[in-house]
């Protein structure tokens, strides 16, 4: 069987670089839109604006999850079926609440709730990872 | 399922860490094979009986 050839393994570094910057875009972008008096049409685009360099770190992610061993993609897809339907109900309790319970949107505004994602994704990551220790 | 993969390895004198380098796995997943808390595909299972010079059927049992 002819093993296709390899290609140059991702540096962590460079990733977790991306990653940052990613953030970091992120973060001046909401702090310009919040604290600043942009015009509309330029508070819309900075809205956007952190979209391109997650393209960059998804694109990353993407090459890095197919690269990967068999073990660790199993591990990842557990992660995110333990993350995936954990935020949908988060979400679903919330709407629910909220209904009964005014939230304060300083605590559940969309701009707070992608926070909990990643949380609950290193979550399923660790209890994945358990089982095959 | 079973297997004889730490017997074989530890005949050969190898890490886990070697045995992952030949098939092209990582370490934690040649540990979770042998630990028996994950049973690798076939493409994996046919890499590991080759390079034991065995075959899948001697290398892995049905059981438990």
């Known amino acids: 069987m002819l093993e296709s050839p390899r290609r140059k393994p991702l540096s962590g570094a460079l990733m977790f670089g991306v990653g940052v910057g990613w953030v970091v875009v992120y973060i001046v972008c909401l702090l310009v839109v919040k604290e600043t008096d942009v015009p509309r049409g330029v508070g819309i685009a900075l809205a956007f604006a952190p979209i391109l360099p997650f393209l960059a770190f998804l694109r990353m992610l993407g090459r890095v999850s197919r690269e990967a061993d068999e073990l660790h993609q199993r591990v990842q897809l557990e992660a995110l079926a333990f993350a995936y339907p954990a935020m949908m109900v988060l979400l679903m309790t919330l709407g629910l609440l909220e209904l009964v319970v005014p939230l304060s949107p300083d605590d559940f505004s969309l701009r707070h709730l992608w926070a909990y994602m990643p949380a609950l994704y290193f979550a399923g990551l660790a209890l994945a990872w358990r089982r095959y220790k | ?64």
């Open chain 2, 1 to 64: 399922m079973t297997n004889r993969l730490r017997v074989l390895r530890a005949e050969r004198g190898w890490s886990q860490q070697e045995l992952a380098e030949r098939v092209g796995v990582s370490r934690q997943t040649i540990n979770a094979v042998e630990t028996e808390r994950y049973e690798p595909s076939l493409s994996l299972a046919f890499k590991l009986a080759a390079i034991f010079a065995t075959t899948i059927e001697e290398l892995f049992e049905p059981g438990r």
